[in-house]
C-alpha cells in the first residue's frame, strides 16, 4: 500500500499562474478530502467526496479555487489565478470510512510570489 | 455542531517523563474523537482513535487517551517521552459515520533532552 500520494511535493509559482494539484488516494477509500494548513489559520478543510462526488464545498476560499475528482483514484484541485495569500500546505486524505480516520499524504508546499 | 479545544498551544517535557496533551471536545451527538501527529514537513499520521468501544484507547508509539464522557475530555498521554515524540499533535472530532471532522488547533510537543 503506498498511501495516499500527492504531486508536486513543492511548487513555486509566479502570482496569476494557475496551480493544479494532484492526489492518488489509496485503492478502496471511497472518500476523499483537501485540506489547507497554514500558521494562521491551521488546517481547514476546503472540499471532500464521497463515491467521486463533491459533498461538501463550503470551505472552498473563493471562486479561484476548484476541485474535481473524475474518477476513483484521482483528484485535482486548480487555483486560477493563484495570489500570493494562497502559499500553504495542501494535504489530500482518504478514508474508507470516519470511524477510520483518514490517511493524509505527505502534501504539497505551495509558495505564490 | 462539533468542535475541539486543545488547551495548550506549546507543551515542553524533558525525555523520559510523562506527557499530557489535553484536549476537550463538544457535540450534540455519541463523537468519534481522534488523535492525529504531525511531525516537521511530514503529513498527518493517525495516532489512535475512539468510536465507542473501550474509554481507555491504546494508539502507536506508547501513546493511549481516554474518553470521559462526565469531563468532554480525550486527553493525549505517554508515560515517558522520546525525542522522537517532538511533533504537533491534532485532536479530531466527528459525528459517527459522518465525514464533517473539526480539527483542534494543535498543540506542540518539544521534547527536551
Not at chain 2, 101 to 111: C, D, H, N, S, Y
Amino acid at each position: 500500500d503506498a498511501g495516499v500520494i500527492q504531486s508536486p511535493r513543492h511548487e513555486v509559482t509566479e502570482m496569476g499562474q494557475e496551480v493544479t494539484l494532484r492526489c492518488k488516494p489509496i485503492s478502496g477509500h471511497n472518500s476523499l478530502f483537501w485540506y489547507r494548513q497554514t500558521m494562521m489559520r491551521g488546517l481547514e478543510l476546503l472540499i471532500y467526496f464521497n463515491n467521486n462526488v463533491p459533498i461538501d464545498d463550503s470551505g472552498m476560499p473563493e471562486d479561484r479555487f476548484s476541485a474535481k475528482m473524475p474518477n476513483a483514484s484521482f483528484s485535482t484541485l486548480k487555483i486560477q489565478p493563484s495570489e500570493p495569500r494562497d502559499s500553504a500546505v495542501y494535504f489530500c486524505a482518504s478514508t474508507p470510512g470516519t470511524v477510520r480516520g483518514y490517511t493524509f499524504g505527505s502534501g504539497t508546499r505551495l509558495t505564490v510570489v | 455542531a462539533q468542535s475541539v479545544t486543545q488547551l495548550d498551544s506549546h507543551v515542553s517535557v524533558s525525555e523520559g517523563t510523562p506527557v499530557l496533551l489535553r484536549c476537550n471536545y463538544s457535540s450534540s451527538y455519541s463523537p468519534s474523537l481522534f488523535w492525529y501527529v504531525q511531525h516537521p514537513n511530514k503529513g498527518l499520521q493517525l495516532l489512535l482513535k475512539y468510536t465507542s468501544a473501550a474509554t481507555l484507547v491504546k494508539g502507536i508509539n506508547g501513546f493511549e487517551a481516554e474518553f470521559k464522557k462526565s469531563e468532554t475530555s480525550f486527553h493525549l498521554t505517554k508515560p515517558s517521552a522520546h525525542m522522537s515524540d517532538a511533533a504537533e499533535y491534532f485532536c479530531v472530532v466527528s459525528k459517527r459515520n459522518n465525514n464533517d471532522m473539526r480539527f483542534g488547533a494543535g498543540t506542540r510537543l518539544t521534547v527536551k533532552p
